[in-house]
């Protein structure tokens, strides 16, 4: 219920007597505003929630409202972990695990997303899994020391690092991760299609980048007019189909 965002149990009050409805959306948007007070009201009328309010307030650090949705039996699940470390929140992530929460390999996919090296760091000294997504989620949003010490440290890649640093228009990350044995494929060139990255699309091209029709139609399917141009001017598999 879009009325969740306000905070304002008076008018929460209002669009219930209206009849607008309301889901677990509700308690995980008034969780994601840091809104207590509604979220405790909703709660004792009967408003329904899930893992995703436990989510959103870790995602946003409010460790209080996290604390009184778990006394009051909301469900988590590794997501809470996740998001916590996506947005940096130490107290939340450690009181989250003190407190039985389950994590895996989304933790530290999260904190390399967020660029909290920190986080990545303390979370792999507690025992957290991590998995070819750490180092894709630092490259696609461009945070190179990241990479370079889960690297450093023996975390595993893939092809998706190079794509996710295409799509994201992150030239030196690419660029780095190739110098360092990084594999691709044909996702890298059809990335920087859907971002419209020409310059990123060129560069993987001239150092031996595979394409494939899947390119070209993600610029068209992207509407990237310059790009779908040069494609069909440098003879893309699929540029030349009817």
């Known amino acids: 219920m879009q009325f969740a965002t306000i905070g304002n149990i008076g008018v929460m009050k209002w669009a219930r007597q209206q009849g607008f409805p309301w889901n677990d959306g509700t308690c995980a948007c008034a969780a994601h505003?840091?809104?207590?007070g509604l979220l405790k009201w909703a709660h004792e009328?009967?408003?329904?929630?899930?893992?995703?309010?436990?989510?959103?307030?870790?995602?946003?650090g409010h460790l209080g409202l996290?604390?009184?949705a778990r006394r009051n039996g909301?469900?988590?699940d590794e997501l809470t972990c996740a998001r916590a470390a996506e947005g940096g929140h130490f107290d939340v992530l450690k009181w989250a695990c003190e407190n039985g929460c389950p994590w895996d390999e989304q933790t530290c996919a999260g904190a390399a997303e967020g660029g909290h090296l920190d986080v990545l760091m303390w979370a792999l000294e507690n025992g957290v899994p991590?998995?070819?997504?750490?180092?894709?989620?630092?490259a696609g949003e461009g945070h190179l020391d990241v990479l370079k010490w889960a690297r450093e440290n023996g975390c595993p890649w893939d092809e998706q690092t190079c794509a996710d640093a295409a799509r994201r228009a992150q030239?030196?990350?690419?660029?780095?991760?190739?110098?360092n044995g990084c594999p691709w494929d044909e996702q890298t060139c059809a990335g920087a299609a859907d971002g419209g990255h020409l310059d990123?699309?060129?560069?993987?091209?001239?150092n031996g980048c595979q394409w494939g029709a899947a390119t070209f139609a993600t610029a068209v399917r992207s509407n990237k007019s310059e790009v779908i141009r040069w494609l069909h001017e440098n003879d893309c598999p699929g540029s030349h189909d009817e």
């Open 33 to 36: 505003r840091g809104h207590l």
């Open 45 to 60: 009328n009967g408003c329904p929630w899930n893992d995703q309010t436990c989510a959103c307030a870790a995602h946003r």
């Open 66 to 68: 996290l604390k009184w």
């Open 74 to 76: 909301c469900p988590w």
């Open 130 to 138: 991590w998995d070819e997504q750490t180092c894709a989620s630092a």
């Open 171 to 179: 030239l030196d990350v690419l660029k780095w991760a190739r110098e």
């Open 200 to 206: 990123v699309l060129k560069w993987a091209r001239m």
